[in-house]
């Protein structure tokens, strides 16, 4: 699967949640579900866990709260590093590096766990890089 970038930085493609992931493995609802939990401290129930991703016409995302979404949608861009107010409030609530984590559970997180629940949201380098690339 090509990457899928959502407007945030986030990558789709590697979520457990996306559609297409959990058509195929099913099993990823209740994983995600504990891993959100274990890494994030939020519990969604797995049955409620699928997502078409913020750039799909759809409006069933799964966090139906994101600010970032119709904000970069309304500007006409393809995603918050494009955004002369990079980084704002918005963005900032959605930032996510493994370094933060890990300081905030007070160890480090397994490779596989890594690769799993956090990779997909690590969304801080990924839009710094952006936005070095477009500069």
């Not at 058509?23 to 209740?30: G, I, K, L, R, S």
């Not at 579900?33 to 797995?46: C, L, N, V």
């Not at 996510?96 to 690590?122: C, M, N, T, W």
Request: charge should be negative; hydrophobic fraction near 30%.
């Amino acid at each position: 699967m090509d990457p899928v970038l959502a407007r945030c930085g986030y990558r789709c493609d590697l979520c457990m949640a996306y559609r297409p992931n959990v058509e195929a493995h099913p099993e990823y609802q209740q994983e995600l579900s504990d891993g959100w939990f274990t890494y994030f401290g939020f519990r969604i129930p797995p049955e409620n866990i699928v997502c078409d991703g913020c750039l799909s016409p759809a409006t069933e995302t799964l966090d139906k709260g994101c600010p970032v979404r119709p904000c970069v949608q309304e500007r006409g861009l393809d995603h918050c590093a494009q955004c002369d107010e990079y980084i704002c409030a918005k963005l900032q609530e959605l930032l996510v590096s493994i370094e933060d984590i890990e300081r905030k559970l007070g160890h480090p997180i397994p490779a596989e766990d890594r690769r799993r629940f956090v990779q997909p949201y690590e969304n801080v380098q990924r839009l710094a890089d952006l936005r070095t690339k477009s500069a």
